[in-house]
């Protein structure tokens, strides 16, 4: 077997043993990292974050960062075990964090480690806008999207290998590279980031709702966040999220399923907004 072809196998044999299902779409998914190895990394990592950073405590924006965090990871709990996935979350070890930061951001690192910047709140506008964003957050944790873009980079790697390995010829080499690191971000690696963005709207709607919140709120929280861009965002296909226009609508759509399952759960009504 020629060299090309053994990185060709590996790289089939691998993808093949490392796949994990998602227990929120029945799909199998990337798993190349288990979770053994990528949570105590992420944990690290949250941990040196926090260090550095100027971490708020013991305010009520903070305590209501923790609440609705809770409130959260409490339903993401409910669903799984009405699901049949008791002990998922076994491995997760979950903090809700507010750093003092004007940069309009939240993220989740993998096993449900979660940051909100101060500079988001003035757009999340209430409790249920906090929810909403939340909600995002953990389904990201929840869905292992930290473990499938890692794999997925591995993978882009090995394609880069192969080629290598494959093209003999310098100046054809340097022309696959460039071509292949292009088409591979902007064909490959950027849709793949923004299905796992869609995912997570689905997924945190759905959480949300459960957890008591309105999910008509969701798309009324991406009118805001369209509001403050300023119509500066990028072109969607060359971006890591998608439009603002386009989750708004997906939101709006997914609003009604949220309330329908949230009913599974004896949830009929929902929070007050909480303004803060």
Known sequence: ??????????????????????????????????????????FAQYDQF??????????????????????????????????????????????????????VNAWCMPGGKIVFYTGILPIAQNETGIAAIMGHEVAHALANHGQQRMSAGMLQQLGAVAGNVAIKDQQSRDIFNQAYGVGSQVGVMLPFSRSHETQSDEIGIVLMA????????????????????????????????????????????????????????????FRPLGEF
Not at 12 to 35: D, E, M, Q, R
Not at 218 to 237: C, I, T, V, Y
Request: contains cysteine; positive net charge.
């Open 1 to 42: 077997m020629s060299i090309k072809n053994k990185v060709v196998a590996i790289g089939t044999l691998a993808i093949f043993l490392s796949c994990a299902t998602n227990p929120f779409t029945g799909k199998k998914t990337l798993a190349l990292v288990s979770n053994n190895e990528l949570f105590p990394t992420a």
């Open 210 to 269: 459960i957890a008591g919140y309105n999910p008509d709120e969701a798309a009324e929280l991406w009118k805001r966040m369209q509001a403050n861009s300023g119509g500066k965002a990028p072109p969607q296909f060359l971006s890591t999220h998608p439009s603002n226009e386009s989750r708004i609508n997906n939101l709006t759509s997914l609003a009604g399923k949220a309330k329908l399952e949230a009913k599974k759960f004896g949830v009929d009504s």
């Open 50 to 103: 926090l260090s550095e950073n100027n971490v708020v405590k013991g305010t009520s924006d903070a305590e209501m960062i923790q609440r609705v965090g809770q409130r959260i990871a409490v339903a993401a709990e409910r669903w799984l075990d009405a699901n049949g996935h008791q002990g998922y979350l076994k491995d997760y070890k979950w903090e809700y964090n507010l750093v003092n930061d004007k940069t």
